[in-house]
Structure formats: C-alpha cells, structure tokens
C-alpha cells in the first residue's frame, strides 16, 4: 500500500508539473493586449500651432492620447478649424473620426469628411490629410469638388491649401454644370475620362 500510495503521489506531482509549465506567461499576454490611453477627453478642442500662431483647432466628441504613439485618435465627430496668417478662421473639415500625429502635428480626417471654405468652394470624400510643414490639405481617393461658381468636379487624388484658393485633382473625371444634383455615391461610380489634372485658383486680391 505504500508503494502504491507513493506512485500515485508522483503521478499527482508530475502532472502539476506539466501544468505550471504549460501554464502562458502572464506577461506576454499583457504584451499583447492594446495599449491603453494616458489620457481621455469628451466635448472639448485641442490646438495646433506653428511658430506660435495658431494654424487649427480640433473639436470632438472623444479623445483619447497615446504618449508612445504620440498620437491623438478622435471620434464621436470631429471637426477641424483652419486658420490664416492674421488668426481668422478660413476653412472647417468635418469627420466622423480623426488622428493627430503630435510630433508634426499632421492631422488625418476619416469618414464622410466634408471641407467648407469661405472662398465658397466645398469639397467631399472619405479621407483627408493635413501636412503642417506644407500647408497643405490632401486625399489620395475619390473626390467631388463644387466650385464658386457651382460647378461640380470628380477625380482621385487632391491637393490644396488649407483655405482652397488654390487646388487641383489629381485625375479628373469630368463636370458637371450647376443645376444638377450630384451626390458622392456617384463620384464614385462615374468612369475615368483622363488623366490630366484639373486645378483651379482664387486670386489673393479677392482676399478681405
């Protein structure tokens, strides 16, 4: 009885053993979990400066900061304010989700994103990115584009300066003039008709 009740007791340790060594290491799963943010916010703004004078302001519904990442994801909507050279609001970028780069302060707007200027010019696609080095907005995918005059411009690809006096895209695909009622569900569905940029420009002396 002995003998047996110590072969049983080894058996018992030695499938403990095997236990604790398959056992996963508590570590690595927290590795493996997504970071969590340093910080969070709700209904508030965050500002983007260049030399000291403001460039845009950023109002959402959520934030949350990253500091490994420095970066700043919004959602909740999102709204963008660009800003001239003399502090006036010239151009807003309205999103259903955003991300803020803080080390260049770029900023990226995804999901329905629509630009308004004031020089009367609207443009509409589904990503938008600011490079604050260049002053420029950009989208690498399909845009429409309704003029001052109220034309309508498709294409793929887009460039301009925050205040959209001066434009272009990239790969046209035709216009349409005012009048009609084009919606961005058909920007995507019109064939490519050229490859040859279209560009527009407002003159600075129309400029208050």
Sequence with gaps: ???CSLLLLCVVFAGVMSC???KP??????GDEK???DQEGWNSKVTATKNGRLEAV???????????????????????????AYGRPRSRVTA??????????DIIAIGQVVVHSDTGIT???ERLGYRQASGKIYSEVDVKLVTDKGDTLYGTG?????QLQQWEIKKPRGTAHSGLELSPEQLRKRPARSDTAAAGTLPMTNRP
């Design 158 to 162: 887009f460039e301009s300066d925050t």
């Design 58 to 84: 950023v109002t959402y519904g959520h934030m949350a900061r990253y500091s490994k990442q420095k970066r700043v994801f919004f959602d909740e909507g999102v709204a963008v304010d660009f800003y001239d």
């Design 123 to 125: 443009v509409w696609t």
């Design 25 to 30: 290491d508590t570590n690595a799963l927290l």
């Design 96 to 105: 259903s989700t955003g991300e803020l780069y803080e080390a260049t302060n």
């Design 1 to 3: 009885m002995r003998r």
């Design 35 to 37: 970071e969590a943010p």
């Design 20 to 22: 604790q060594k398959e």
